[in-house]
């Protein structure tokens, strides 16, 4: 692809096109693998538009790429984050790519195996916990009767844990 792209448009722009390409393909993936729709022709035409800006600005590859990972990290966080820590997870997944990446094209020279080693790291993305990653559904919430909120839960979740902290400490004394 970049060869074709190198004989039309210029060696420069082969590549930013190249990760352009990659990157919204990428994205456009994740819209239609999340399951929601609400929002997401708009988040894809969003990240369309800020990709032709980036090419038509002129900004070196490295911040294109830049760009790209921080579109798709917006686009995970966005359509398969329930919280700001799972979010901060599909962030870090995307800094272990750009880490794969870096340390790959440093060994190798190849943008080509820099590009997979990043996409290889992307699929650390399923070993962010579904509790945290999946939206749930205000009726999922329900238990027996009123909606309970987020903090009755985690308010029973600690009690919980005092409780069988309590129980481990008086059966070992």
């Given at each position: ?39 997401r ?33 917006g ?12 979010a901060l ?13 870096l340390?790959a094209?440093a060994h190798s020279?190849?943008l080509?195996?820099?590009t ?31 909606a ?11 009690q ?14």
């Amino acid at each position: 692809m970049v060869f074709w792209l190198r004989l039309v448009l210029g060696a420069s722009l082969a590549w930013k096109a190249a990760i352009v390409v990659m990157a919204y393909a990428y994205i456009v993936y994740l819209l239609a693998q999340s399951g929601r729709t609400a929002g997401r022709t708009t988040l894809a035409v969003l990240s369309l538009l800020v990709f032709l800006a980036s090419l038509m600005w002129g900004l070196p590859w490295s911040s294109v790429a830049l760009i790209a990972m921080g579109l798709m990290w917006g686009v995970r966080a966005y359509a398969y984050s329930q919280s700001l820590v799972a979010a901060l997870l599909h962030g870090g997944i995307c800094l272990l790519g750009l880490g794969a990446a870096l340390w790959a094209y440093a060994h190798s020279g190849s943008l080509a195996l820099a590009t997979w080693s990043f996409f290889l790291m992307q699929a650390a993305c399923v070993w962010v916990p579904p509790r945290l990653a999946q939206r749930t559904s205000a009726a999922g919430r329900v238990a027996g009767g009123p909606a309970v909120d987020g903090f009755v839960l985690a308010r029973q979740a600690a009690q919980k844990a005092l409780d069988r902290l309590r129980t481990s400490t008086t059966a070992e004394g």
